[in-house]
Nanobody, 116 residues
Framework: QVQLVESGGGLVQPGGSLRLSCATS????????MDWYRQAPGKERELVAS???????NYADSVKGRFTISRDNAKKTVYLQMNSLKLEDTAVYYC??????????WGQGTQVTVSS
């Protein structure tokens, strides 16, 4: 069983920055596709950013140019650098690991609140 633990959430003012981390226990981390999702109150969970084992990235249109996903395979950790935060970025952020296109694992989530 692969465990994922997110950290780095908190309260930030509009225009501010946060860096989320997701540490994993998987031995095969470098083979995982890692995703960041978020879920705002009353809304469905949505994909924010993805990164493959080789480092290819993909972003939701709403965060392009503001968020950056990265990974450190030696530390088995994926990051989400969030800049120019907006009120609408408020959500619980989750990381997900996918192995072999089938096995998926989720973290418990970390709250990000953007408020003045």
């Amino acid at each position: 069983q692969v465990q994922l633990v997110e950290s780095g959430g908190g309260l930030v003012q509009p225009g501010g920055s946060l860096r989320l981390s997701c540490a994993t226990s998987g031995r095969l981390f470098s083979l995982y596709v890692m995703d960041w999702y978020r879920q705002a109150p009353g809304k469905e969970r949505e994909l924010v950013a993805s990164i493959t084992g080789g480092g290819s990235t993909n972003y939701a249109d709403s965060v392009k140019g503001r968020f950056t996903i990265s990974r450190d395979n030696a530390k088995k950790t994926v990051y989400l650098q969030m800049n120019s935060l907006k009120l609408e970025d408020t959500a619980v952020y989750y990381c997900k690991a996918t192995y072999s296109g089938y096995y998926t694992y989720w973290g418990q989530g970390t709250q990000v609140t953007v408020s003045s």
